[in-house]
């Protein structure tokens, strides 16, 4: 009799419990379950000019060397659960292409539907919710997220909004887009903004951003440039000042200011590096900005197409040949940090032999990455700009692909992932958890795996 009673005391509970499972991994997506469980990682760090990986028991640090990407959408698609399905299939194709960091923003000011911040200081929780689901997700795949926090253009706000939302307020700002790194009170609405994502709790995993070890980095601003050169120095104390505050909020995380990579006119040494005279103009140094001591990484992006726009394909692989050369080499020699090109793009015309303009300049990042690695110097990995997944057109740009839509470029993709995990195995455990199989086959390619 006793069984009896037990056994119908437990059906009901079976019955119940296989209901809540149906509907957490059929409707998570639609409803804001909590997360059962998410795989534990280590936080990344930085020695000397290397990435590392602290894994979560503290027992040891492993190198890191990255080969990523751009989905700047993933939070406005994380907004409503029909395109979550989306969101979570980029993360996951990502990973399966072994790409370790995904850069991606969590901003979006003014007053559209998906606003993150609607006005200085006041926020939509449904979009914030959108962020929680990417950096979960993210986690689920083991993928990490480098969290940009500005634009410095116009799209999703950017730093005019901040100076339009000051005029607004009646105080008396100038209209140059320069106030935005000067002004007191619009420093006070960015400072603001940054406290409330850095010490947001996820709605989903209960765990604080400062705490997730699946944020890579914060990134101050996206491409920031000054509307005239001579406020290069507001510029430089806008870094000092942010970078701090940041540090100050969360010590688990690092920080990167976002820069294209642009010498300054204080760096005359350097100029012929720079893709023409007017990029020295913008108000941005590449070493100065750089070489802050609360930014742990320097970030650069890489255009050709855009830069050198009347150029040859000859010409511009040879600037971006020198463009990436100099950069590890100030990284490794003057910076003493790592360099990331979170910002790698072109446009993918066709040239001879079927093959695309954009795995010329590709393989030209990916080659001296990976030379960098087995020389354990600066050039801690790049970043393709951007991938979309099938449903993502709107999001397109000239520089956009669908990577398994080419395959020479999903190949060249999946090749760097492998080189660059034969090099440092030991530092790989996580992906190669993941994606046992994935470089399965490489030998020829004469990889150490």
């Avoid at 997506?29 to 998410?38: E, G, K, R």
């Avoid at 990407?69 to 979550?84: H, I, Q, T």
């Avoid at 634009?151 to 909004?161: F, P, S, T, V």
């Avoid at 950069?327 to 020699?333: F, K, N, P, R, T």
Wanted: negative net charge; proline residues 4%.
């Amino acid at each position: 009799m006793e069984g009896e009673w037990k056994q119908k005391r437990l059906y009901p509970l079976l019955g119940t419990l296989s209901i809540l499972l149906f509907l957490y991994f059929n409707f998570s997506d639609y409803f804001n379950f909590p997360v059962l469980w998410l795989p534990a990682i280590g936080f990344v760090g930085t020695n000397s000019t290397k990435f590392v990986i602290v894994e979560p028991d503290g027992s040891h640090q492993s190198t890191l060397y990255i080969n990523g990407w751009n989905s700047y959408w993933l939070m406005e698609e994380s907004v409503w659960a029909p395109s979550r399905s989306r969101v979570s299939n980029m993360l996951r194709r990502g990973a399966e292409m072994g790409m370790s960091v995904c850069r991606t923003w969590a901003f979006n000011d003014g007053d559209g539907p998906n606003s993150l911040q609607i006005s200085p200081g006041v926020f939509n929780e449904r979009v914030f919710q959108g962020l929680d689901y990417v950096i979960v997700e993210a986690r689920r795949h083991q993928v990490r997220l480098i969290l940009s926090l500005v634009n410095n253009l116009n799209a999703y706000g950017g730093k005019a909004q901040y100076v339009r939302w000051a005029q607004e307020a009646g105080i008396n700002v100038s209209s140059s887009t320069d106030s935005f790194f000067s002004h007191p009170t619009i420093k006070d609405y960015y400072k603001a903004y940054i406290k409330a994502v850095v010490t947001r709790k996820n709605s989903l995993s209960g765990v604080k951003y400062s705490e997730e070890p699946a944020i890579f980095a914060w990134e101050l601003m996206n491409e920031p440039r000054c509307a005239s050169s001579s406020s290069a120095p507001i510029l430089q104390a806008w870094i000092t000042e942010m970078a701090a505050y940041i540090k100050s909020l969360d010590q688990k995380h690092l920080v990167t200011v976002g820069l294209e990579g642009f010498y300054g006119l204080k760096t005359t040494e350097r100029s012929g590096v720079n893709p023409g005279d007017w990029a020295s103009k913008l108000g941005s140094d590449f070493i100065q900005n750089s070489a802050i001591d609360d930014i742990d990484f320097a970030s650069v992006h890489a255009y050709p197409d855009s830069w050198l726009p009347d150029a040859d394909l000859e010409e511009k692989a040879n600037f971006l040949s020198h463009w990436v050369d100099s950069h590890i080499s100030d990284g490794e020699y003057v910076l003493k940090k790592p360099v990331l090109f979170t910002e790698v793009g072109s446009i993918m015309h066709r040239k001879k032999q079927g093959l695309y303009d954009t795995d010329t300049f590709l393989k030209t990042v990916y080659d001296k990455i990976y030379e960098s690695a087995k020389k354990r110097q600066a050039g801690a990995g790049a970043l393709i700009w951007q991938l979309l997944v099938e449903g993502m057109e709107e999001y397109s740009d000239q520089f956009s692909i669908v990577a398994w839509d080419y395959p020479s470029t999903h190949e060249l993709i999946i090749e760097q992932s492998c080189r660059l995990r034969s090099v440092f195995a030991e530092g790989q455990v996580e992906r190669k958890l993941q994606h046992g199989d994935l470089c399965f086959g490489k030998e020829a390619m004469n990889l150490e795996i």
